[in-house]
């Protein structure tokens, strides 16, 4: 279906159950704890044996020898697995590193073998007796050492638009500034893991996997197999924040595993394994020049990143708001990319915006204070209603200001001190901070196929996943709406390769697409069903279990009573993204405490004001942006994999000594979405909102640490000794 075909018979929009602050429909398993992650299916493959991955312990270099004789002997074990013995291998689309490593190492903690035994434990054991003779190799592990090295990684990498340097150099008010956000891990609940099963040369894997039908395509891809002999199987993960969008090496160890051992195989990555065996979110330098006139009217802007990651990989778009966000009719932006032989940099929640606004927000908030304008104001005076790269190409819809207004309403902005350092209460300094929130729209493809069966219960299935973001309920309830029935009488079905193809979850398209394709195919079924009942599909009304046309109304359930109906198709976008720039918007607002004398920093309150099209369950929607709104306070304030830079590798792996916000550091959280729909974005008329509620948090507290204290950071996280100096004498 293509996504204008213009909606016959009781549009999404008459809101009965979309819309609708519906609970988790898969809550009750969750929290009764028999929601059934990758690594608990013993009721699918009850008798599988354990495999335990060695890791590399070094940053680059070659293995020179394994030697497997002493694992082999100990007690339990099946089969040992390495680059050796693993046959050929392929790779996939996604994955820069090889999920199995050897002789070449190319990261620290590279998976370079398996060890299969009959428990867990016996596995552990034996892998700690595989014993590897390395050759280390110089690597390059500094992003700033390496940045003079960095090369441009595509046509896309640089956008220009008029005259820059002129119009910067001529800019009565200018600033020329450099920020730096550092290597981040997704950090989720649920480690990466995988229970792989063979039958002859066909593969099943239960897995924690964002995106089924990319990682299908790339598990075939690296066993040599066609696709159609590989089957994951998703329904419920435990967080995934881009760390599972791909196929890592709990899945292909299982599957290297489970073939070798002739036996089901179950493999997860230990806590102290995952940073440095997985993706990260990659380092930044951020050189940010913006020059206005007397009148706060942007006239250049310029946004340079620089990134690294292993050969082949690609860059962190940080530039990308930059481009997008504010007016201004000379503009420049560049990306930079440097081979750096640390673990494989990839996406994590908002790749590009988030790291990207870190650094322009806080630019905005320096140049707003020598305009002596209010950064609220300063951003609504640069406002655009149209791409300023492409003037021809608007927005489908953009409330920014809108956004702006209502939060520093909400917020008591008035209350602001613009004099930084000034606000007490008792030993805290007090000061409040706004950002921008920006992130891009990207609608994908996505197909659904629904069954109504003669209970009159409707039953969806489609390999989207569910990675704590709430699809299997918004799903539910387009089902719902669509096909006139209480969502209890929907069933849906997620998360395996044998379903309908997806949009996945990621880049926070999945809410908006992955509804979008339930609709087609409740389209589909709606036809179906009103030509069985002898209806005509063009006029029939679905509502309350029934289904009316032509002055005759009969029961929904009846169309089904000879056997299921069924309808599938996939939501298609053709051109859309090329005539419409469709992007999200909101604003954070912040107010923190500094203590004067320690310098420890406490957020007091949050606020987020949410642009993103037609939200489609409040409840939902405003659990992301709070977890999201949460990333943004570890961004700003704790995140931080810290780099050997000797050795190569992330030295504070695991959760010990990589920081998150835990429910302590989280004060009072509010969201607030405007009341919009986006009749451009999709039938289901709403947009991602997810990763818009991390993107500028950081910046916000950033700047609210400086209006309380003067001290400005530009170099993430904002710990206290890097405030220490600078606080004011009491
Ligand atoms: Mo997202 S970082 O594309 O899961």
Excluded at 110 to 136: I, N, P
Excluded at 692 to 700: D, F, H, Q, S
Aim: charge should be neutral; hydrophobic fraction near 40%; include cysteine.
């Amino acid at each position: 279906m293509k996504f204008d075909t213009p909606a016959t018979i009781n549009p999404i929009d008459r809101l009965k159950v979309v819309g609708k602050p519906h609970p988790r429909v898969e809550g009750p398993l969750k929290t009764t704890g028999t929601a059934r992650y990758a690594y608990e299916r013993h009721d699918a493959v009850p008798d599988h044996a354990y495999g335990y991955i060695v890791p590399a312990t070094i940053g680059k270099g070659r293995v020179l020898s394994i030697d497997t004789s002493r694992a082999r002997r100990a007690p339990g074990v099946l089969a040992i697995v390495t680059a050796k013995d693993a046959g050929a291998l392929g790779k996939g689309k996604y994955n820069t590193a090889k999920l199995l490593g050897g002789p070449e190492v190319q990261h620290y903690h590279q998976a370079l073998a398996v060890v299969v035994a009959d428990t867990f434990e016996q596995a552990r054991w034996a892998a700690s007796l595989v014993k590897v003779e390395y050759a280390r190799e110089k690597g390059a592990f500094d992003l700033a050492a390496a940045k003079g090295s960095a090369t441009k990684p595509g046509d896309d990498a640089d956008s220009a638009v008029g005259d820059f340097a002129g119009a910067y150099a001529g800019a009565p008010v200018k600033l020329d500034a450099t920020y730096t956000t550092p290597d981040q891990s997704h950090a989720m609940m649920e480690p990466h893991a995988s229970i792989a099963a063979w039958e002859g040369d066909k593969v099943t894997i239960w897995t924690a996997n964002q995106m089924i039908a990319w990682s299908k395509g790339d598990v075939a891809a690296t066993l040599g197999l066609p696709k159609d002999n590989v089957r994951l199987i998703s329904p419920y993960i435990g967080g995934g924040f881009g760390g599972k969008l791909f196929v890592r090496a709990d899945a292909l160890l299982a599957a290297l595993g489970a073939r070798a051992a002739k036996r089901p195989v179950a493999v997860t990555l230990p806590r102290p394994v995952m940073f440095n065996n997985t993706t990260h979110r990659p380092a930044t330098i951020q050189r940010i020049r913006i020059g206005a006139g007397e009148d706060g009217k942007i006239t250049a802007i310029g946004h340079e990143s620089w990134s690294g990651d292993l050969k082949g990989g690609g860059p962190e778009t940080a530039v990308n708001q930059t481009r997008l966000l504010y007016a201004g009719a000379n503009r420049m932006t560049a990306m930079r990319l440097a081979v750096l032989d640390l673990p494989e940099g990839n996406a994590m929640r908002a790749p590009g915006e988030a790291p990207g606004l870190m650094a322009l927000e806080i630019a905005i908030d320096e140049m707003a204070e020598k305009l002596k304008l209010d950064p609220v104001q300063f951003r609504i005076l640069n406002d655009t209603q149209v791409d300023p790269e492409k003037p021809e190409r608007p927005f489908s819809q953009r409330n920014f200001v809108q956004c702006m207004r209502e939060g520093a309403d909400r917020f008591g902005w008035k209350n602001r001190s613009s004099t930084p350092g000034t606000k007490r209460d008792g030993a805290w300094l007090v000061g409040m901070g706004v950002a921008s929130a920006f992130r891009n729209n990207l609608v994908m493809k996505s197909g659904a196929r629904v069954r109504l069966a003669a209970d009159g219960t409707a039953t969806v299935e489609t390999d989207m996943t569910d990675i704590g973001t709430g699809s299997y309920t918004i799903i539910a309830q387009t089902a719902a709406e669509m096909l006139g029935l209480p969502i209890e009488k929907v069933v849906v079905k997620l998360g395996d390769s044998d379903f309908p193809v997806s949009a996945g979850s990621g880049g926070q398209w999945g809410g908006n697409s992955s509804t979008a394709g339930v609709y087609a195919a409740c389209v589909k079924l709606r036809e179906n069903v009103a030509k069985n009942l002898g209806l005509d599909p063009a006029t029939a009304v679905f509502e309350e279990g029934k289904v009316s046309a032509g002055g005759r109304s009969l029961p929904l359930a009846q169309a089904a009573a000879k056997g299921e109906v069924v309808g599938e198709d996939t939501m298609e976008y053709g051109d859309l993204e090329k005539r419409f720039q469709q992007s999200t918007f909101g604003a954070h607002f912040v107010e923190v405490g500094v203590h004067a004398a320690t310098g420890e920093i406490r957020v007091r309150r949050m606020l987020a004001v949410c642009a993103a099209g037609r939200i489609l369950n409040p409840t939902s929607a405003r659990s992301q942006v709070i977890g999201a709104m949460t990333m943004g306070v570890g961004a700003a304030l704790m995140e931080e994999l810290v780099v050997d830079k000797r050795l190569g590798f992330f030295v504070n792996h695991d959760l010990a000594g990589y920081e998150v916000p835990v429910h302590a550091d989280i004060p009072h959280q509010e969201v607030v979405f405007l009341d919009e729909t986006d009749p451009k974005s999709s039938p289901m008329k709403a947009k991602g909102v997810g990763e818009l509620g991390i993107c500028g948090v950081a910046a916000a507290i950033a700047n609210a640490v400086y209006n309380a204290t003067g001290v400005r950071v530009r170099d993430y996280p904002v710990t206290l000794d890097k405030l220490l100096r600078g606080l004011p004498t009491v």
